[in-house]
């Protein structure tokens, strides 16, 4: 794990200084925010927190990927969030003085900037407009885990693992006009427990994904042909389900 130079990563320049509550500040919040955090980049497989530490900060990623997971007594994985550019980790168990029901770790190499638990509680009492936005936040985040419990119970698999594809873009990589290339994506087995189902389905997904033209598979890359086809595939739910909400 590295510190990254400060002069490198100021909030003004950085990425995600649009994407959420503790990035959008101005003026003396924003400078309170400098003072305190670091920036650490993480290689890939390298953890941030793990279940049952206690939080002792907030966590705001920078650039990359990380996976939210918990390890059931049996050994299995199961991970409920695959986080990029601007999510926050770590900030429901700090705000409740809890540990960490969960681990997260990089996925790829990856920079956060970390922001100590008490400069965040500070923050959030002096400035109430953050305070609002974390709120929304919460909810938000709430909501979406409802989502993925329902996706899970009900959703098509082809779904989870379009928007999974997705999810793994990186659009700032690429070349303009360029077909945008997974080149360095989890292994398939890790990729099939991020979507909770098993790497037999899932490589069965990829495949009817190649036979309909959408994506090409290479050794260790994924080419996406039909993006706009995926994004039609990705929005497909359980007719049940619909109807019942």
């Known amino acids: 794990m590295t510190i990254v130079s400060e002069a490198v990563c100021c909030c003004a320049a950085c990425p995600a200084r649009d994407s959420g509550p503790f990035c959008r500040v101005t003026g003396k919040a924003r400078q ?12 890939q497989g390298e953890h941030v927190f793990t279940a049952g530490e206690r939080p002792g900060a907030s966590f705001v990623v920078r650039t990359g990927r990380f996976k939210v997971y918990r390890t059931w007594a049996c050994g299995q994985e199961h991970v409920i969030r695959l986080v990029g550019t601007g999510a ?22 990856s920079t956060l900037c970390i922001l100590p638990a008490q400069a965040v509680l500070e923050l959030l009492r002096d400035v109430p407009g953050m305070a609002f936005e974390l709120l929304l936040k919460l909810a938000k985040d709430s909501r979406a885990s409802e989502n993925l419990v329902m996706d899970l119970l009900h959703g098509e698999v082809r779904a989870r693992a379009a928007r ?6 990186d659009d700032g990589k690429r070349a303009p006009g360029s077909e945008p290339v997974l080149s360095h994506c989890p292994r398939r087995q890790e990729m099939a427990r991020m979507i909770g189902t098993t790497p037999e389905t899932f ?34 739910r359980c007719t049940e389900w619909l109807e019942g909400n």
Do not use: C, N, W
């Open 164 to 169: 999974l594809l997705l999810l793994l873009l």
């Open 88 to 109: 926050i980790l770590g900030y429901r168990p700090m705000l409740a003085d809890a540990p960490y029901l969960a681990s997260a770790e990089a996925v790829e190499a």
């Open 203 to 236: 490589s069965r997904v990829l495949r009817g994904f190649v036979e309909t033209g959408m994506i090409s598979l290479s050794r260790g890359s994924i080419r996406i042909h039909e993006r706009d086809l995926l994004h039609k595939v990705s929005e497909e």
């Open 32 to 43: 309170r925010i400098e003072q305190v955090k670091s920036t650490r980049t993480y290689r």
